[in-house]
């Protein structure tokens, strides 16, 4: 491997020490500089001409990323944009145009100037909005990088006291973060939610409402055209079982969620008062003379 190819690795950037671990020699460093292979950012720093404009950033600052600006390098759920850049520094001096964070107290990235996954996710705690905030724990929680007990260990403290309850809505298991926000709309609309419930004749559903409304909610997946079929068959199954459907996109769920829950209350009602039943159930039926 070359110094650019290791670089591209590295997202485009490292420090003197990773290329000499990784069996790169001072003069092999200063033969690509001079060749304008890769560029020295500063002392104890090269970086390739693709390199990673945030990492680039970190390093230039003698900073992690982190919160949601280092979200990606572990693969966690963000609903909003990782702009302006979240860095923690190690001077403890905030840069302009930085959201500054605290210091990291916890092993950071093995190789990036980024912050160990526990810090960037309380980073995320105290600093987004709270849904913001939760799908990236859920993210984290998911994919077993760490526990919602861990974190709640490390948040002591009436400080934290509202940064906890966010911690309670997290869930066992979610596969996407359409799951666990439509699972705190609906639990605080007063709804009676259960998670992946294997249905018979139907499979495995994503929400069970008040044990008689299917929700599923939809990935980019579910439009294509066999898995546009699939889900209406399983929709039919579960009509033939008594159980009414409904299904939701990301936008419904990330942009519109007061209007998704008011169909889902709207179908109950409907429900409740009959208007699914049989017609000689249905208010103002007359029987035939």
């Keep these: 491997?070359?110094?650019?190819?290791?670089?591209?690795?590295?997202?485009?950037?490292?420090?003197?020490?990773?290329?000499?671990?990784?069996?790169?020699?001072?003069?092999m460093l200063a033969n690509a500089v001079r060749d304008g292979r890769v560029t020295r950012l500063h002392r104890?720093?090269?970086?390739?001409?693709?390199?990673?404009?945030?990492?680039?950033?970190?390093?230039?600052?003698?900073g992690l990323l982190t919160c949601i600006s280092a979200a990606r390098f572990y693969r966690l759920w963000t609903l909003g944009a990782a702009e302006p850049l979240h860095l923690s520094c190690s001077t403890g001096l905030a840069r302009r145009g930085v959201v500054h964070h605290g210091v990291c107290l916890h092993p950071a990235h093995p190789y990036l100037p980024v912050a160990g996954v526990a810090d960037v996710v309380i980073h995320a705690l105290r600093c987004l909005p709270e849904?913001?905030?939760?799908?990236?724990?859920?993210?984290?929680?998911?994919?077993?990088?760490?526990?919602?007990?861990?974190?709640?260990?490390?948040?002591?403290?009436?400080?934290?006291?509202?940064?906890?309850?966010t911690l309670l809505l997290v869930l066992p298991r979610a596969?996407?973060?359409?799951?666990?926000?439509?699972?705190?709309?609906?639990?605080?609309?007063?709804?009676?939610?259960r998670m992946h419930v294997d249905v018979p004749g139907v499979g495995e559903v994503d929400c069970l409402v008040n044990e008689c409304?299917?929700?599923?909610?939809?990935?980019?997946?579910?439009?294509?055209?066999?898995?546009?079929?699939?889900?209406?068959?399983r929709n039919n199954a579960g009509m033939r079982g008594g159980l009414l459907t409904l299904r939701y996109y990301y936008v419904?769920?990330?942009?519109?969620?007061?209007?998704?829950?008011?169909?889902?209350?709207?179908?109950?009602?409907n429900r409740e008062v009959g208007r699914y039943a049989p017609a000689r159930y249905a208010p103002g039926w007359v029987p035939p003379s």
């Design 1 to 27: 491997m070359n110094i650019e190819d290791f670089l591209r690795s590295r997202s485009g950037a490292a420090t003197t020490r990773s290329l000499l671990i990784a069996g790169f020699s001072r003069r």
């Design 44 to 62: 104890g720093v090269y970086m390739s001409k693709d390199s990673d404009p945030d990492v680039v950033a970190a390093f230039r600052s003698d």
């Design 131 to 165: 849904l913001e905030a939760l799908v990236m724990v859920q993210s984290a929680v998911s994919q077993a990088l760490l526990s919602a007990e861990f974190l709640r260990s490390k948040l002591p403290g009436n400080r934290n006291g509202k940064v906890r309850e």
């Design 175 to 193: 596969d996407s973060l359409l799951e666990v926000l439509a699972h705190t709309h609906f639990t605080r609309a007063g709804l009676r939610v």
């Design 213 to 233: 409304l299917i929700v599923e909610l939809d990935g980019g997946t579910h439009l294509e055209g066999k898995q546009v079929k699939k889900d209406q068959y």
């Design 252 to 269: 419904d769920v990330v942009h519109h969620p007061e209007r998704m829950v008011e169909e889902v209350l709207t179908v109950l009602l």
